[in-house]
């Protein structure tokens, strides 16, 4: 078995592969300032707890946007699961082809999920990712598979944390859709402004990307925690696939390793 590991800005996903299989996959809140040592014991704990054995886990792999995780992770998986895993860095093999200006700017996360996209659903079109995370990013992969750019927005979690903290009186609420648009109370006034405000920001950007591609025959994709929320209020997205970033990372690991090690 194999574990993938995506260390976001607010969470840290898991995921446990047995081949193919995914056997269990779970998050974890991130956070600087737990030591090796206590991931380590969470990561055994939340395993054990869910019926895989520590000792079957023997490769991994992890990407990261918080540096400062780095060493806590490989360090972890070293004395815990005594393998030492690979992280998707400069060097690591990934066949994107990339048009950026700067590619090592390029946020691991994003470069995953553009993998993964081409590999599950490449299909001759272009192809544009949306991933609600911390923050929202668009990728933009052209019909011949290359990454050509994209948008990075405010997250849904963010911009309500913002709300709130600015405000002397505002509540801090449930990301969900209210019922109306036109909303009779405090609660449902914040909800209708984040979900209906971030449907219309997708709405617009997929609809300026399709514009500048000169073509309306794309495959939209939408992944992260919030994808099912605003997808619900929107006609753009054509796939919610929540485990993009984790099946990535699996491809890469299979890709990368030199042990065979599934």
Do not use: W
């Amino acid at each position: 078995m194999i574990i993938c590991i995506d260390i976001g800005n607010t969470n840290i996903k898991y995921a446990v592969y047995e081949g193919d299989a995914l056997k269990v996959s779970f998050r974890v809140a991130t956070d600087l300032k737990k030591t090796s040592d206590e991931y380590g014991a969470q990561l055994v704990e939340m395993l054990s707890i869910s019926g895989v054995s520590p000792a079957a886990v023997k490769g991994g792999i992890f990407s990261s946007v918080v540096p400062s995780l780095d060493y806590t992770i490989e360090h972890m998986l070293l004395v815990y699961f005594k393998f030492t895993p690979l992280q998707l860095a400069p060097g690591l093999k990934t066949g994107l082809k990339m048009r950026a200006d700067n590619a090592r700017e390029v946020g691991a996360d994003r470069i995953v999920n553009n993998v993964c996209a081409l590999k599950k659903y490449g299909c001759g079109k272009p192809i544009i990712i949306v991933d609600f995370g911390t923050a929202t990013t668009f990728n933009v992969l052209s019909a011949e598979g290359e990454f050509i750019g994209g948008v990075i927005a405010p997250g849904l979690r963010g911009s309500l944390d913002s709300l709130v903290s600015g405000t002397a009186k505002l509540p801090r609420v449930e990301i969900e859709a209210p019922k109306s648009v036109i909303a009779t109370n405090t609660v449902t006034n914040m909800q209708a402004g984040i979900v209906f405000g971030f449907a219309g920001l997708v709405e617009y950007i997929v609809k300026k990307i399709k514009k500048e591609l000169k073509s309306d025959d794309v495959l939209t994709v939408a992944t992260g925690g919030f994808s099912e929320t605003i997808a619900r209020e929107t006609k753009c997205i054509d796939v919610i696939d929540k485990t993009l970033t984790l099946e990535g990372l699996k491809y890469l690991y299979d890709l990368n390793s030199t042990e065979g090690e599934k």
